[in-house]
Every structure is written in structure tokens, then in C-alpha cells.
């Protein structure tokens, strides 16, 4: 076929591609209609030292303690894509956290250093007092973690992990560009349609 004769067959079916575009618009509309109502929070965590080692050698100031948050930083990370610390914030704040299965629980958190002493970790919930409920959790079980490796480096390292205030705020669905890209989606499948029908009818 040339680029004429699909150009005319677009012509005779386009209320047949217009019809299956608006079926898949209004599909769009409605699945983003129909979601459920999400809240996103951010948790800002910072790292700082515990105590100061009354020493000569003053191990963790300065350079020393920098790149001993830093360690603990990384390790933080790793910590809240690790099932069993997911399901022991969870079940801390008593929140039911719906896992299917064990990448579910990888999914709940993320966590990014923005810096050797601050950390940033988003995650969602369905509510706000769950929001706050899991961001106190997070807080309880990472400093739980952190004072037992304390306890098995004897002292030696001794960090801290505060936070303040979360953000959380409500995830809003963004209709129109659904709909629109729904609207695209279903131009090009129409014109699928339209020539795959035309193939077999042939």
C-alpha cells in the first residue's frame, strides 16, 4: 500500500478511531477518578554524634567523624530496602502495610544521601496520621540499629538519628494528562485497529 491509500483508509474509519479514542479516554478518566486517595511524605533524617570521646586521639571530630556519618549514612540507605527492617517499622507503628510479597516490602521506602549527615527518605501511606505514625517509627528503629552497632563496637561508634518535622502531603492525580495521554494511546490504537481488521478481512 502506498501513503495515499492509508490516508484514505483513515478517512473512511476516522469515526471508528474517533470512537475508540474517546472509549479509551473516558477508560483513563475513570481509572484516575477511582484512585485511591494517596499521601506522600518526606522524612528529613540527620546524623550527628551521640558523645564526644574525651581522648587524645579525639577519634570521631572533625575528618574522623565526617567519614564515620558518612558510613552510617550509606548504611542507612541499605536499611529501609531490607524486608525485615520494612516490616519491623510497620509493625512499630502499627500500621498495616498490605505486602504481597517480598519485592512489595523493597518498594516502601526509598532513601537518598544528600549529604555524609543527612538523609531523605519518601515513602506513601493513606493517611496522615499513618504518615506520622510510620515517620516516628522509621526514626525509633534506625536509632534502635544504630545503638546496637554502639554496643557492638563498645563506644566506639556513637551517632544519633534526628528528624524534623516531615512533609506530607496529598498525591494528586493529574486528570487532564491522563486523559490526554489516554486520548493519544487511543488514536494510535484505532489506527491498529483499523488496519490489522482491513489486513484479515483482505
Not at 500500500?1 to 484514505?8: A, F, I, N, R, S
Not at 505486602?99 to 496522615?128: C, D, G, H, R, W
Not at 491522563?178 to 478481512?201: C, E, K, Q, W
Amino acid at each position: 500500500m502506498e501513503l495515499k491509500e492509508y490516508v484514505k483508509v483513515i478517512k473512511r474509519k476516522n469515526k471508528l478511531i474517533f470512537i475508540i479514542a474517546l472509549a479509551v479516554t473516558f477508560s483513563s478518566f475513570l481509572f484516575s477518578t477511582l484512585q485511591p486517595i494517596k499521601y506522600e511524605t518526606s522524612l528529613s533524617l540527620l546524623l550527628s554524634k551521640d558523645k564526644t570521646q574525651l581522648t587524645d586521639d579525639f577519634k570521631y571530630d572533625g575528618y574522623y567523624a565526617l567519614e564515620a556519618s558518612e558510613k552510617i549514612a550509606d548504611t542507612i540507605t541499605q536499611w529501609v530496602k531490607s524486608p525485615e527492617f520494612v516490616n519491623s517499622i510497620y509493625q512499630s507503628a502499627a500500621v498495616e502495610g498490605g505486602f504481597q510479597n517480598l519485592k512489595s516490602y523493597t518498594k516502601k521506602f526509598s532513601a537518598k544521601k544528600m549529604s555524609p549527615q543527612f538523609i531523605e527518605v519518601k515513602f506513601e501511606t493513606n493517611n496522615v496520621e499513618e504518615a506520622d505514625k510510620i515517620s516516628l517509627a522509621v526514626v525509633e528503629e534506625i536509632n534502635r540499629k544504630v545503638k546496637k552497632i554502639e554496643k557492638d563496637s563498645e563506644g566506639e561508634i556513637a551517632f544519633l538519628v534526628s528528624n524534623e518535622n516531615p512533609i506530607t502531603i496529598k498525591k494528586q492525580q493529574n486528570i487532564f494528562i491522563n486523559s490526554t495521554i489516554g486520548f493519544a494511546s487511543g488514536v494510535i490504537f484505532g489506527v491498529f485497529f483499523v488496519f490489522f481488521r482491513r489486513y484479515f478481512s483482505n
